[in-house]
C-alpha cells in the first residue's frame, strides 16, 4: 500500500516498561525500510521505560522529558516528527504496521481529518463483571463512533492543529474526538487496535472514575461537544432492543456507572483534575 511519504508515530510512555516493548516490537517487525518514524516520549519515568524503548532501535527514537504528563509529552513528541500524517498512540496498545498503513491511507480521502481503528478490547483475563460491561460499552453508539477510548488516533498536518489548540485536560482522547465533526472523523473498517482491560472490578472503577472525572473537565470548557458525545436512556434501550439478551449486562453496566459516579464526585468537587487513577492490572504481561 503507497502511503506517499513517512507516517509519523508519537508515543507518549509513563511508566510503561512492562507493555511498550511489545508495542514497538510489533510495529517495527513488519515496517518497511523509511516507512515510519516512531517517537517514544518516556515522561517523569521511574522504571526502564526509556532503556525498553531505545532497545528497540530503528526506526524507534528515543525522546525523553523530565515531568510527568501525556500534555506535554504529547506535543514534546509532535515537535519532532516530519511526516503529513501523524499517529498518536498509547504504550499499553497493541497495534500492527499494516494498521498504521491503513489509518494513513483513510486520511488522504478529502474531507477526512482524524481516524481511529476498530477497537477489540481483550477481556479474557478479566473478571466476569468486567467482561459484561465490555460486551454491553462496546455496543453504545458514542462508544462505536467516537474515536476515543482507543488509544489511537491518527490526524492530518491540517488536524494537527486543532489538537494541538486543545487545552491540557485529562480526557485527552474524549477531547481530540468531540474536536472533529463525525463527517470529518472515521472509524476505518478492517484496522484493528486491542485494548487490554483491567482485570477486576476495582480497577475498571478506578479506570471509569478517571473517565467520568475527565469528561466532567472537558465539559466545562467543551460544552456542547461533550453533551453530544454522552449515552442516552434510548441509547440504553437501543441496545437492549436490538439483543434482548444483553439486558443482565445491562445491569451490570448500570451499576459500575452508579458506584464510577458516586465515587467520582469527590475528585469533582475538589476540583481535582491531575490525579491519574491507572489500572495497573491490564498491563501485567
Not at 123 to 142: E, G, I, K, N
Not at 225 to 238: E, F, K, N, S
Request: overall charge positive.
Amino acid at each position: 500500500m503507497d502511503t506517499h511519504g513517512v507516517i509519523s508515530v508519537v508515543v507518549p510512555a509513563h511508566n510503561e516498561a512492562a507493555v511498550i516493548g511489545r508495542l514497538l516490537r510489533g510495529l517495527v517487525t513488519d515496517a518497511r525500510p523509511g516507512e515510519f518514524e516512531i517517537v517514544v516520549v518516556p515522561n517523569g519515568c521511574t522504571d526502564d521505560t526509556e532503556r525498553v524503548a531505545a532497545s528497540v532501535g530503528e526506526p524507534v527514537r528515543v525522546v525523553p522529558v523530565a515531568s510527568a504528563g501525556k500534555y506535554g509529552a504529547l506535543r514534546a513528541g509532535d515537535a519532532h516528527t516530519t511526516g503529513d500524517i501523524v499517529i498518536y498512540l498509547d504504550a499499553d496498545v497493541e497495534i500492527g504496521a499494516d494498521d498504521l498503513r491503513r489509518l494513513a491511507a483513510a486520511l488522504r480521502e478529502p474531507g477526512v481529518l482524524a481516524v481511529a481503528p476498530e477497537r477489540l478490547v481483550a477481556t479474557a483475563r478479566s473478571s466476569w463483571t468486567v467482561r459484561w460491561y465490555y460486551d454491553f460499552w462496546q455496543q453504545l453508539p458514542v462508544v462505536r463512533e467516537g474515536l476515543f477510548g482507543r488509544g489511537v488516533i491518527a490526524v492530518s498536518r491540517e488536524a494537527r492543529r486543532r489538537l494541538l489548540a486543545l487545552p491540557d485536560v485529562m480526557g485527552d482522547d474524549l477531547a481530540a474526538s468531540v474536536t472533529f465533526a463525525p463527517d470529518e472523523r472515521r472509524v476505518v473498517p478492517d484496522t484493528r487496535v486491542v485494548v487490554h482491560a483491567p482485570r477486576t472490578l476495582g480497577d475498571l472503577v478506578r479506570r471509569r472514575v478517571r473517565s467520568v472525572t475527565a469528561t466532567t473537565q472537558l465539559q466545562r470548557s467543551m460544552p456542547k461537544a461533550v453533551h453530544a458525545a454522552r449515552t442516552t436512556r434510548a441509547d440504553l434501550l437501543g441496545v437492549v432492543s436490538r439483543s434482548p439478551t444483553t439486558a443482565p449486562k445491562l445491569a451490570v453496566f448500570l451499576a459500575v456507572t452508579a458506584l464510577t459516579r458516586w465515587r467520582a464526585r469527590r475528585p469533582i468537587h475538589s476540583g481535582d483534575f491531575t490525579t491519574w487513577l491507572r489500572d495497573e492490572s491490564s498491563r501485567a504481561v
